[in-house]
Structure formats: C-alpha cells, structure tokens
Nanobody, 122 residues
C-alpha cells in the first residue's frame, strides 16, 4: 500500500491554475522533507519544489514565482499551487516524502506517490 496519495491533476488552459495535494497516511510518527517532482515521457524526473518540516522551501528555477509549495504537519499533507501554467508544465507530478513510522522511530523511509497527470493545453 502506497502511503502517499496525490490528487488535483487535470487539464487546464495556458495561463490557468491547478492545485495539487498529497496526503500521507498510516501510523505516522513524523513526516520530514516533502517535495513535488515531475516527469515527461523520455526525460528524467526533475524537482519542482521542496519543503522541510519547518516550512523552509526550495524551488527550481523554472518555477519563477509561479508555484507555491505548502504543507500541513498536523494532517501530513503537502500541496502545490500552480499558477500561470504553460504547455511546458505538462507532466506527471509526483510527491515524495520521508516518513518515520510509529512502529520504528529509528529510521526514515522514503516514498513516492503514484503520480497525477497535469496537462496544459488549449
């Protein structure tokens, strides 16, 4: 069972907006760094944005102020608000997280969500 589930992808026109969400589930002790990545067929997966547990963020240059990553530590969720979308943003977007489980607090485990398709087209 994948502990990360994304939602919010879809088809949007150029210049439009989408909000992606990702929720971690299970008997979680803590969720550490979380992030959004994207992949286009035939290309390597690339980082979009990262957010640490303390809320500090990092963005790739192509974001250029258009996207905002945020998280809710109480709900173990991460979101990506995407504005001013262009066709070049078309990709499968995946969330990634480091999770410490209640069952073993010694270790952090890393997971990917199943991905959600974002298509920007007129």
């Amino acid at each position: 069972q994948v502990p990360l589930v994304e939602s919010g992808g879809g088809l949007v026109q150029p210049g439009g907006s989408l909000r992606l969400s990702c929720a971690a589930s299970g008997s979680i002790f803590s969720v550490n760094d979380m992030g959004w990545y994207r992949q286009v067929p035939g290309k390597q997966r690339e980082v979009v944005a990262l957010i640490a547990r303390d809320g500090s963020t990092e963005y790739e240059d192509f974001v250029n102020g258009r996207f905002t990553i945020s998280r809710d530590n109480a709900r173990n969720t991460v979101a990506l608000q995407m504005n001013s979308l262009t066709p070049e943003d078309t990709a499968v977007y995946c969330c990634h997280a480091g999770i410490v489980w209640d069952s073993d607090k010694r270790y952090e485990h890393f997971y990917w969500g199943q991905g959600t398709q974002v298509t920007v087209s007129s």
